[in-house]
T-cell receptor
Framework: KQEVTQIPAALSVPEGENLVLNCSFT??????LQWFRQDPGKGLTSLLL?????REQTSGRLNASLDKSSGRSTLYIAASQPGDSATYLC????????????FGQGTILTVHP | DGGITQSPKYLFRKEGQNVTLSCEQN?????MYWYRQDPGQGLRLIYY???????QKGDIAEGYSVSREKKESFPLTVTSAQKNPTAFYLC???????????????FGPGTRLTVL
């Protein structure tokens, strides 16, 4: 059974810091991995999707890497801003084309001015 | 505007009642999903549908039912058999591609269900 763990559970940093969020998964037979952002009481917004054959994806100040063999992904946020404050969730798609997503419990990020 | 809508935003239910949560999308996506989110936890899959008139149980389907009569709509019924229904419910949709290269899931704003 696939299990996804995110560390840390919560993170508070001053504005401007570069930071790293971690995601680990137990079964390396994944199809892809997604990082999402969730604002309080709202739905999820997809940030980055990395296919199993890829090593990383970048979008603006965000960079996500994937090491499938070790079961790890990291989300790097450069020059953090208060507007980055949210819960960040990673999810892995199981190893078939129409496979289901397994989510981690999320990292709550607070960026203070 | 294209997107996913869920209604209502807040829903209160008395014990023993069935309630239905609405999910509509105009993205022309074939696949739709229902997730449940509890405080401090990730999302757990309840049901999913890859195509009209077909749906599959997810990891926590007990006490829930769905239908997929139209491509745009995937309503979720929370039945009285669901023992702990208070949660945040999220609907999502994605393109159903044979190659599977772009299957980002797009989420609705959610419905918060509270059992009184």
């Amino acid at each position: 059974k696939q299990e996804v763990t995110q560390i840390p559970a919560a993170l508070s940093v001053p504005e401007g810091e570069n930071l790293v969020l971690n995601c680990s998964f137990t079964d390396s037979a994944i199809y892809n991995l997604q990082w999402f952002r969730q604002d309080p009481g709202k739905g999820l917004t997809s940030l980055l999707l990395i296919q199993s054959s890829q090593r990383e994806q970048t979008s603006g100040r965000l960079n996500a890497s994937l090491d499938k063999s070790s079961g790890r992904s990291t989300l790097y946020i450069a020059a953090s801003q208060p507007g980055d404050s949210a819960t960040y969730l990673c999810a892995v798609r199981r190893g078939t084309s129409y496979g289901k997503l397994t989510f981690g419990q999320g990292t709550i990020l607070t960026v203070h001015p | 505007d294209g997107g996913i809508t869920q209604s209502p935003k807040y829903l209160f239910r008395k014990e023993g009642q069935n309630v239905t949560l609405s999910c509509e999308q105009n993205l022309n996506h074939d696949a739709m999903y229902w997730y449940r989110q509890d405080p401090g936890q990730g999302l757990r899959l309840i049901y999913y549908s890859q195509i009209v008139n077909d749906f599959q149980k997810g990891d926590i389907a007990e006490g829930y039912s769905v239908s997929r009569e139209k491509k745009e709509s995937f309503p979720l019924t929370v039945t009285s058999a669901q023992k702990n229904p208070t949660a945040f419910y999220l609907c999502a949709s994605s393109i159903r591609t044979s190659g599977g290269l772009t299957d980002t899931q797009y989420f609705g704003p959610g419905t918060r269900l509270t059992v009184l």
